[in-house]
């Protein structure tokens, strides 16, 4: 499958690194290519540079936001929530028209210090952001409330039972996303709140994660709905 | 022990049922006696009024809130979120200074339709506005994040194999609360997750239990820390 994933960092190439090992077709998208190619620092997490990492994908293929839009049958945002809007807009909404949308995003302001707050929450979402500037994308939250390592790997952590939120506007969107997380890597409770202003209940749930996060000394952990 | 227990509705008929079953001293506090006392009508969720609830509970007394944060050795925030700070201020700093107030609200605003939103979140919460306004209590934020039901008998769900929350700024406090959260109801697994600004977490948190709960059709579920 054609699959446009725009952001470079962490989420991003776990993801693309993933679906690229299943056979698809992926291009990535950032703002800058050639800037992005030519950082050589490692990132956090004991991250390669995108460029280190790229050599071990060979069938992944860099582009712009716009080149990743564009290829993708599907696209998915694993831009940092504060770029999401600004990337989406360089993406194009010609390139991401029609299409299903997967945001993973949060609003996360990390700039009163940490934990983070949320930039946008309780009457608002950026799942609900995006869905108004883009009204002809099939907006699909999803995945935003695990760390990169457990999206593609639920299997983790207590024998991949827990639970997995998904929400959007889109019946069908949702369905087609629900079966790919099931499929590509092993989802089994996927939860469905229903319409994409439920976004607001998947990322104000951050506000808890990071808290969970600190106490645990790890990122490596999910809910179980337990009923 | 001396429990003294704010609030009337489902949470606090619900506390102090199975804690005067477990042999604990309780004095339930509200507004008005008298007109607590006057309502005959039944309550939501089929809860009886609570006159006839009491008399069902003969040991339980009814006082005003300074009534019962006098009575109790420890005090139990069972108000609804919104009410929450007036009925503090009758109960009094005085009744309160020095003991552990454990609370049980969430600042939910209902104005808006449903689900509802928060009056307070993000760069404050509740539980900071109490600790704020009362620097000499203990308070400590636990329970919050689950229905009546399942506070007293986590054993409903799961065999009870799921996570409490539980913060606040005295280590001490914290303590005494988690060994009466085992003692009492059968939680096993209260994870500490810091001082009482780690209420914004938990407090948040409710914007996905309100969805959840609409997506699941009841309340009676919690989360699991899978880790």
């Excluded at 808290?211 to 490596?220: D, E, K, M, S, V």
């Amino acid at each position: 499958m054609k699959i446009g994933i725009l952001g470079t960092s962490s989420v991003g190439q776990t993801l693309a690194g993933k679906l690229a090992d299943l056979g698809h077709d992926v291009v990535v998208g950032t703002r800058d290519v050639a800037q992005t190619l030519a950082r050589t620092a490692s990132g956090p997490y004991g991250l390669p540079a995108f460029s280190v990492w790229l050599k071990e994908h060979p069938t992944i293929r860099p582009g712009t936001f716009a080149d990743a839009a564009r290829h993708g049958a599907v696209v998915l945002n694993a831009t940092n929530g504060g770029g999401t809007l600004a990337a989406l807009e360089r993406a194009g909404a010609a390139n991401l028209d029609g299409k299903i949308l997967v945001d993973i995003a949060n609003p996360l302001d990390f700039s009163q210090g940490m934990p983070p707050s949320l930039s946008v929450c309780n009457t608002d979402s950026l799942g609900e952001q995006i869905q108004r500037a883009y009204p002809d994308v099939k907006v699909v939250k999803a995945l935003n409330t695990v760390t990169a390592a457990l999206m593609i790997d639920p299997g983790q952590v207590g024998g991949g039972d827990h639970t997995l939120f998904i929400c959007g506007d889109d019946a069908g969107a949702k369905g087609e996303v629900t079966g790919w997380l099931k499929a590509w890597f092993g989802w089994r409770d996927v939860l469905d709140l229903g319409g994409i202003s439920n976004a607001r209940g998947t990322e104000m749930y951050l506000a808890l994660w990071v808290r969970a996060f600190g106490a645990l000394g790890t990122g490596i952990f999910n809910v179980k709905i337990v009923r």
